[in-house]
């Protein structure tokens, strides 16, 4: 059980689908350490990708819901590597609670030409608000 299951329940990840994002995560935690990453962010309706974050670095897992062989991952040097980033909101007010109707997209661009984008609807916009404040933003070169 890792500790990002109470955030993937209250996403809405079903019971069986947890279980594929740990093993995710625990592919992660086997490469980078068991307390590396911080923060865990589903983007997606149907949660396409897996996110993790941690202060100085990024890993993504796409597709994390299909087959063991159908997964890609990847994890990018964050630290004060972020170039641009991108938000487009519908319903939603940043800081405050999200609703039903609530929509946050976030895409960054790192110097290597990396990019991410991020997506949520209904309270997984509190999710993502809390990733471009704790992650994103700190992350531009000063």
């Not at 740990?22 to 307390?35: D, H, M, T």
């Not at 630290?79 to 319903?91: P, S, V, Y």
Request: hydrophobic fraction near 40%; charge should be negative.
């Amino acid at each position: 059980m890792s500790k990002y299951n109470e955030y993937f329940s209250s996403a809405g990840l079903a019971e069986q689908d947890i279980e594929k994002a740990e093993k995710a995560v625990a592919l992660f935690e086997e490469l980078y350490g068991p307390y590396r990453f911080e923060t865990a962010f589903l983007s997606g309706a149907t949660f396409e990708s897996l996110w993790l974050f941690a202060d100085d670095l990024v890993g993504e897992a796409k597709h994390f819901l299909s087959d063991d062989t159908d997964v890609s991952y990847s994890a990018s040097v964050f630290a004060k590597r972020i170039t641009r980033w991108d938000m487009n909101k519908e319903n939603y007010t940043i800081n405050q609670p999200a609703n039903a109707d609530s929509k946050l997209s976030v895409r960054f661009v790192l110097n290597t030409g990396t990019e991410g984008e991020l997506n949520a609807s209904a309270e997984n916009c509190n999710q993502l608000n809390t990733i471009l404040e704790r992650y994103i933003i700190p992350n531009l070169p000063e």
